[in-house]
């Protein structure tokens, strides 16, 4: 299966990474083979408010990320994006321009379960298929609250995209983007107020530390393919700095650390005999019939 | 101990604490003997980037919290604090105010190791401290990243302190502040650009989604006690407020569910037999040797 998953079966694919999501046996033994096999990718998130045109964009990026003799994969985990089949009216992304491309693969998440689920299985998704030989990644995220900041903190490049007007660069700040953004796009650039929210967003982030790396605000019109080839170049750029600054390494030992640490929560809770037994513990910690550590003691037991 | 603790006997309550920040065997006994008494303290939150005062309007409220026949104590989690014996030149707190007062304790969290460290024990001796019998507890915590953000979210009532200047205003939007603040402190207020201050604060928070609870922005010169009582009255207002809302039970829900996914990993690091096994793990993870799944595994198989 996983053979035929590498080799470009598409059904092989979906049913690997199926099983992954669901966290099956064969899921956690797919995982097993495929961990190791990985490390090669690149990926890059894609995040911002409902409404910038983040598909647009990655509909975009697709045909300049795309190796020649590689793959790409796309992981959308916004369930209004028409990756997910949310496509609204007006919304003018052509899949059909990648639809016959078979070095291009697009999985939906979004319709998978509640907000946690998603946000908990994209980080094996996505080590899923940079194990399948998927040499670039792009992970397209609704950046409206902490589990799609976290998410977007998993990628290698986080890119965030904002409309014009100072509402969208306050929302940005607001939400934590200028933390994690290592690149921002002002899309729909041939709106009026595009170079006063792109002043906005330079100053905002001048007045952070001082960090190694000085994210760039660039603007794009995702719809007719303005400004794409300068954001795939910003990509690159900040790839080639991670790398030669050694700050690459650090990232992903962080992103270790933390997928560790949620591997272990959820080793706890699926062996935990009753399935209910940690909502149950979280309702009487919140009553201070028991402190969290005998609480967790009991679930650690219980395996 | 506890007893003598909970009567009032500060060495007794000193030797109890310390027990509980560094884990022994004895910490854990009286952490499970004082959290079924507690629940009833009230835990405010102070943060806010260094400089703003925020020391000075801790000791400002202590006195106007302070029950008469009650208890108090400061948490202090900033390395910078007076509170923590970190007080500079030019500070104007006078913690003598308080010195003879033994309805106030107070605890310095920050030079007990690593920032991780620090995070990590600030719920629990909160919880011990409610547990001993505090009605009140006023934790200040340095608001610069993602660790002191957290401790906040753990607090019924957070204060985000910032300094006037439209600077100031974009750091707390920066450092996610907007998101955490129940109540919105301009200190300094003696400077010329405070209006402006509170104006865009109060236009940034109006971007937001619409919240049951309107974070107010109040305006202090804590040096010289001015707003200082509004601020302890806006705290009152919200406590009332999550009461009546019913919202305290889903915060004090979602923190135990924190807690107690911080207490499952914390078990299982303690116990493993290799104090470096994690910290070997998550490097094997980062270099793609072992996938996190396996990595947890073999740690719940050691304990």
Partial sequence: MLERATAGDVRALARVLTEIENRTPSGRTFMHDLFPRGGRSWSTGITGAPGAGKSTLVSGMIG???PDDGRLAVVAVDP?????????????????????????????LA???????????????????????????????????QSEVEIATTADTT??????????AVQASKAGFLEIADIFVVNKADRPDTDATVRDLEAMLALGAPMSWSPPVLTSIATDSVGVEAIVEAVHR?????????????RRERKAARELAAAIRQGVEASSRDRNATAELVARIAAHEIDPWTAAESLLAAR
Same sequence: chains 1, 2.
């Avoid at 209004?80 to 007006?90: E, K, R, V, Y």
């Avoid at 904002?162 to 509402?167: C, E, K, L, T, Y």
């Fill in 64 to 66: 300049r990320l795309v």
């Fill in 80 to 108: 209004s994006s028409p990756f997910s089949g949310g496509a609204i009216l007006g919304d003018r992304i052509r899949m059909a321009d990648h639809a016959g491309d078979d070095r291009v693969y697009i999985r939906s």
């Fill in 111 to 145: 319709n998978r379960g509640a907000l946690g689920g998603i946000s908990e299985s994209t980080p094996a998704i996505l080590a899923a298929l940079d194990g399948l030989g998927f040499e670039e990644l792009l992970v397209e995220t609704v950046g409206v609250g």
């Fill in 159 to 168: 890119i965030v995209v904002v409309s014009p007007g100072w509402g969208d």
């Fill in 238 to 250: 900040h790839r080639e700095h991670l790398v030669a600054t050694g700050e690459l390494g650090l």
